[in-house]
């Protein structure tokens, strides 16, 4: 079941926890990732509906940030860092490797660009650990222990 | 009496174990039975410390780091309690050079205390500014701001006083502060030192600012990409409200000011000021046309005072004491000190704040250290994705905003980024075109195809296709972008293109003349 087939009313109390304010959008998508783990298009409508708003516009927003997810997401999630800081100190090989590790298992891997730990670099985000100076001695045991 | 022993809880440190170290020290000590309380503090910002512990003793703060799970044992082992001799032990930490050099204004208190110790806060300074700028009448804080010389610290350097005057002339029922905590710049990190460190210090800044200006509400708009930061400005703003110093009445002055933190969502161009404004308004992170200026119609139309962490946070070096002494520090037309923060392929990456006029060289190599990896240093990346590449040959020039233009580099938000000789600068180049092929808001047709058609060409570069023609393609497609786009996204990303190019023909296996 969809989250908003489940409960409609989860978004809606969202919604109401920011008075409704369209303006709270990008507050009420995280609130709404935070707990179903991604936003759904049932979320997206009953969304723009409280804020009244179209639903291009959440559309529009959703698509815009690279934080939103509108799927169901893999159960470990690898974010390797590719700014250039941690490009300095091998991140693109890293991300290779880390991509080579989660063949056929439920781990995604995306890059993102920077985590500010740039004196400590190469960084990645371990599901929700920060993780710095990387390499590819740690990076089997982080991920391994992460999965558990 | 407890021994004191401090570990930070700067997400930095903890990345690399801070609290698994801290875990492992309490559960040791309660073994020995001995009488330990730890307090976790922000960073110093000597992250190749991290983990540092220090304890306290009556000879200072010793320090001992880095430190891993497994030395622990062995630390408690050589009298950690005491501060004794041990392999680890960095000794007193004030006195490090690394420390001892700088001139820390901003991050005076960086790493002594908890960050949410409000009584703490005011024992090392805190609060200072506020009490005497509530006593004094908004015109003259704003005359103070200006005589100090104050410029942003995001990466513009626009004088900050001239913002506080025209948002503090306009004539409106509602005006806003808004701190831009988007620090989206790869090698840049003081702003999640500041709001993880320091967090009192920016609210002060941002109070005053209101003060100053005729705003009773405050805004942060904080990357997603700093969770402990969110979290730590959430808690201090709860203890500022509890304590009286946001919300109604501030300190009996009739004074109204509150602040709400909000998370970007991964998106770099929202650290452009209007787009982070469209960002607060629950709309797509576009860039707007300016004018008007946000100070002027800002947020909702309403005149805003936009300012970087750090500015902000700057405004508690200016006041109480006399601008005058800020504005004496520094170099040219840049006053006062920059925190500069060392990254990349660097041995003594951190935090150097030291007043406007120090070298390249000795930021690089005095304080850093040279590479981590001991291989020889190619180039450094100066001001972020959107700054320079320099080369060795440059690394006499003075770090100052007029000093940098000159020399076809920027200053931005003072990060640096050091590169060895592994680095292929064909693939930065390209990578510079692709970022902002991604990152790029959409509006400005230069900047969204432009950055496209950027890393295409500079693959054909690579491959040795019509070398001679795709440079010349590549010089004008730039020249379009600065030109063409709104903001510094499309405008500048030529900069780290074109500085690659110039500096290391080599890398793109070019068989033709270089670019000039």
Known sequence: MKPSEQNPLEEAQICAQYANAPDALIEILHDVQTKHGFIAESSQIIIAEALNITRAEVHGVVSFYDDFKTSQPAQLALKICRGEACQAMGANELLSQVKEIAVGKSISVEPVYCLGNCALAPAAMIGSKLHGQLNSGNLDILIGGAKK | ?516
């Open chain 2, 1 to 516: 009496m407890s021994t004191l022993l401090y570990i930070s809880k700067d997400s930095g440190a903890v990345s690399v174990g801070a609290n698994e170290v801290a875990f492992e020290i309490m559960a040791e000590a309660s073994k020995r039975g001995l009488d330990l309380e730890i307090v976790r503090t922000g960073s110093r910002g000597m992250y190749w410390l991290e983990p540092l512990i220090e304890v306290a003793t009556t000879n200072g703060r010793i320090g001992y780091g880095p430190i891993n799970v497994q030395d622990v044992a062995s630390l408690f082992d050589a009298g950690l309690i005491d501060g004794n001799e041990h392999k680890l032990c960095i000794g007193q930490v004030e006195k490090l050079p690394y420390l001892a050099k700088q001139h820390r204004q901003l991050f005076v208190r960086a790493g002594l205390a908890d960050p949410l110790d409000l009584e703490a806060y005011e024992n090392l300074g805190g609060l200072k500014s506020l009490k005497t700028c509530l006593a004094l009448k908004p015109e003259a804080i704003v005359q103070r701001v200006l005589s100090s010389g104050l410029r942003g610290r995001g990466g513009a350097g626009f004088p900050a006083g001239i913002k506080w005057k025209t948002v503090a002339d306009q004539n409106a029922a509602q005006k806003y502060i808004c701190c831009n905590a988007d620090e989206g710049d790869s090698g840049t990190f003081a702003d999640r030192m500041v709001m993880e460190g320091d967090p009192f210090s920016l609210l002060e800044g941002m109070i005053i600012a209101g003060f100053a200006t005729g705003a009773n509400k405050g805004l942060l708009y904080v990357r997603s990409e700093y969770p402990t930061a969110i979290n730590t400005l959430k808690s201090a703003i709860g203890i500022l409200q509890q304590a009286g110093i946001l919300g109604k009445n501030i300190q009996d002055t009739g004074f109204d000011f509150d602040v709400k933190v909000r998370r970007g969502a991964g998106s770099y161009v929202c650290g452009e000021e209007s787009a982070m404004l469209e960002s607060l308004e629950g709309k797509r992170g576009q860039v707007r046309v300016k004018p008007p200026i946000p100070a002027i119609s800002g947020l909702f139309g309403q005149p805003t005072l936009v300012h970087n962490v750090l500015t902000l946070a700057s405004v508690l070096s200016i006041l109480p004491d006399d601008a005058a002494s800020y504005n004496d520090l520094g170099h040219g037309k840049s006053h006062g000190t920059q925190a500069f923060q060392l990254a990349g392929n660097i041995k003594y990456g951190g935090l150097v704040e030291v007043p406007f006029g120090i070298t390249l060289r000795t930021l690089i190599e005095d304080f850093g250290g040279g590479t981590a990896s001991g291989r020889p240093f190619k180039c450094a990346q100066l001001g972020g994705p959107l700054g320079a590449y320099v080369d060795a040959s440059m690394l006499d020039l003075t770090m100052d905003y007029e000093t940098l233009a000159a020399a076809g580099a920027m200053l931005g938000h003072g990060g640096v980024v050091v590169f060895d000789d592994t680095i292929d600068m064909a693939q930065m180049a390209r990578f510079a075109f692709e970022f902002c092929a991604i990152e790029s808001c959409g509006k400005c047709t230069p900047c969204r195809i432009g950055a496209v058609r950027g890393y295409e060409t500079i693959d054909k570069i690579v491959a040795g296709d019509d070398q001679s023609q795709n440079l010349e393609l590549i010089k004008d497609l730039c020249s379009t972008m600065e030109e063409g786009s709104l903001c510094a996204m499309g405008g500048l990303t030529p900069l780290p293109v074109l500085s690659a190019l110039k500096l290391f023909p080599a890398d793109f296996g070019l068989l033709c003349e270089p670019l000039e």
